[in-house]
């Protein structure tokens, strides 16, 4: 049995769309079920991600971007993940601590350990127990979200604006940062490979669907 998975890949892996048809999977075979997100996944967290995604590039250093995102997660799992483990509710989250390694630590170069002390503190010591990696070359996964951007179709509904506005600022960053993010994210997939699972996100949404499927049907059958 799992109660807690994450999503995690580079931007334009398709981590939302898996994680909502994933719930609709779960909700379908009649398990409690929620999906949030990181950043924004609270009323403060819909603030600080509004504020992550449009301040300039050069406006932000890396520590105070650090402390945002943790301050995000902080306040997430003690208004939301938290409580929703308490009701035995299954949560589905897309990103958790493993952005911050993958963005802050190998894309950044902030310290790997240090960052795990924090997102210990943030996260309460909260680690999913089943983790999907999509992965995808960072070409394909920025140039999704420029079709995204042209077609009008990438809004922050959950915000109820649209604070994307175009390419935000990750979208402007260099292709190489990305690329650091995209082996860090497969490193870590390395390093801990009972909890992360590899997807190739080039699939097709329903296949990546499929994969996904049949990983946490195994799961659940596992005894708790
Ligand atoms: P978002 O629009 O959620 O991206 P996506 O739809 O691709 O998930 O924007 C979140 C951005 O925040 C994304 O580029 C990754 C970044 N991020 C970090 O840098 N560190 C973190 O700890 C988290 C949770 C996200």
Redesign the pocket.
């Known amino acids: 049995m799992v109660r807690f998975i994450s999503f995690e ?5 398709g ?2 769309t898996q994680v909502k048809l994933l719930e609709r999977y779960l909700v379908s075979k009649g398990m409690a079920c929620c999906s949030t ?4 996944g609270t009323m403060l967290g819909r603030m600080l ?1 509004k504020a ?2 449009e301040v300039g590039k050069k406006e932000i250093s890396s520590p105070a ?1 650090l402390f945002l ?2 301050a ?2 902080a306040q997430h799992v003690q208004e939301v993940i938290s409580p929703a483990f308490q009701q035995r509710t299954i949560v589905l989250c ?4 493993d ?2 390694l ?3 630590g190998f ?1 950044r170069g902030i310290d790997l350990n240090l960052l795990r002390r924090l997102n210990r503190l943030a996260s309460c010591d909260i680690v999913p127990e089943l983790t999907f990696l999509l992965d995808c070359p960072v070409e394909v ?1 920025l140039s999704r ?1 420029r079709k995204q951007v042209a077609a009008g179709r990438l809004s ?1 509904a959950s915000a109820g604006a649209n604070t ?1 506005k175009g390419q ?1 600022r ?1 979208e402007r960053e260099e292709v190489e940062f990305h690329e650091r993010v995209r082996q860090g994210f497969l490193e870590l997939a390395r390093s801990e490979p009972d909890r992360v699972c590899v997807v190739d996100a080039l699939e097709s949404i329903g296949q990546v669907h499929e994969r996904i499927r049949k990983v946490v049907d195994a799961k659940m059958k596992e005894i708790p």
């Open positions: 890949g580079g931007d334009g892996s981590k939302t997100r990181e950043p924004g991600r992550l995604l971007e995102y943790l995000d997660r897309d990103r958790f601590s952005s911050t993958a963005y802050q894309g996964g979200i922050d994307r935000d990750f």
